[in-house]
């Protein structure tokens, strides 16, 4: 039960994040899948999803009730199962697409993710990690500036991006008097450190880059925080772009004072390259422009400042 639940929170980690807002609760039979997988009952879960589709035929929520059987299997290890509830899970959500829409179905939109993503991770289980980077580019390709986008993109960074040159850093508009690219700071260790205005965990993460930019900024660490509008300020009030801009400001000199005089690119583009469907996101990237660390999801300070030692 550990192992099953700790691997479905790196799932959730893993799974997209929209803006605040635009969630809604689970419905019944996505509830009760999900409390199947908690039980590690999986027939039990095919069994609710049997029962709902004979009663009220293929909807959203029932593509995204599969959807949680594909991850639950492979949390609990159960590869042959959950690539087969992925495969079901593509097939029935792209089918939906001929008459729905990625924008205006939440359900939908998790349940093609999460089929994709969990697809790629059997391939990745399997040994065969070619075969899931190919698939992940594919499928990129396909579903490119979707809602899934940046998920698809992270997971194939997850995959891949370690060890190879960092994507550029683009800044049409930035906080701050000034901006610098990964060009010019090549020489130093760069910290990325993609954030959103309404993000809890990223605030939550600041105390401890501050400490580190703080101890390392001699030896040549720097940090670059990109960030975005998301159409909304507080409460998910929607705001125009001039507005969002202002409030995003206003929250990094509330939250994020330490990056004052740090570079704070603003725009979408960067958080596609990088896949930033999880905030914060944390990229380390050495001293020649080679990402060494990439993770959705808070880090500890010890294990950051151990990664950044290693790079210094």
Not at 212 to 239: C, H, M, N, W
Not at 279 to 295: A, F, H, K, M
Not at 299 to 310: K, P, T, Y
């Amino acid at each position: 039960m550990r192992h099953i639940s700790a691997a479905l929170a790196l799932l959730t980690v893993l799974a997209v994040t929209s803006p605040v807002g635009a969630q809604t609760a689970p419905t019944n039979i996505i509830r009760e899948v999900r409390a199947t997988i908690a039980d590690q009952n999986f027939a039990a879960g095919e069994a609710l999803i049997d029962q709902y589709r004979a009663v009220h035929g293929v909807t959203s929520e029932m593509i995204a009730a599969l959807s949680w059987l594909a991850r639950g299997t492979y949390a609990a290890g159960q590869l042959d199962m959950a690539r087969q509830y992925s495969v079901d899970t593509h097939a029935l959500a792209v089918s939906a697409l001929d008459t729905g829409s990625l924008e205006d179905d939440y359900d939908l939109e998790i349940a093609l993710g999460a089929a994709i993503e969990t697809d790629a991770l059997v391939r990745a289980a399997r040994g065969d990690r070619s075969s899931a980077v190919y698939f992940l580019e594919r499928e990129i390709e396909t579903y490119r500036d979707t809602k899934i986008h940046k998920r698809l993109q992270k997971n194939l960074h997850l995959l891949s991006l370690e060890g190879q040159p960092a994507p550029a850093i683009v800044a049409p508009e930035y906080l701050g008097s000034s901006v610098q690219t990964l060009d010019q700071l090549r020489g130093n260790v760069v910290l990325l450190f993609f954030w959103a205005h309404w993000c809890p965990d990223c605030k939550a993460q600041v105390p401890a880059i501050a400490r580190l930019l703080e101890k390392y900024r001699s030896e040549g660490l720097r940090v670059v925080a990109p960030t975005q509008r998301f159409g909304y300020i507080v409460s998910g009030q929607d705001a125009p772009p001039d507005e969002e801009l202002r409030h995003i400001e206003q929250v990094q000199n509330e939250h994020y004072a330490f990056l004052r005089n740090e570079s704070v690119p603003v725009g979408d583009a960067n958080l596609k390259r990088y896949g930033v469907s999880t905030t914060p996101t944390l990229v380390l990237v050495d001293r020649e422009g080679i990402v060494r660390l990439y993770r959705p999801g808070n880090l500890s300070e010890d294990d950051l400042d151990a990664a950044i030692r290693e790079l210094l």
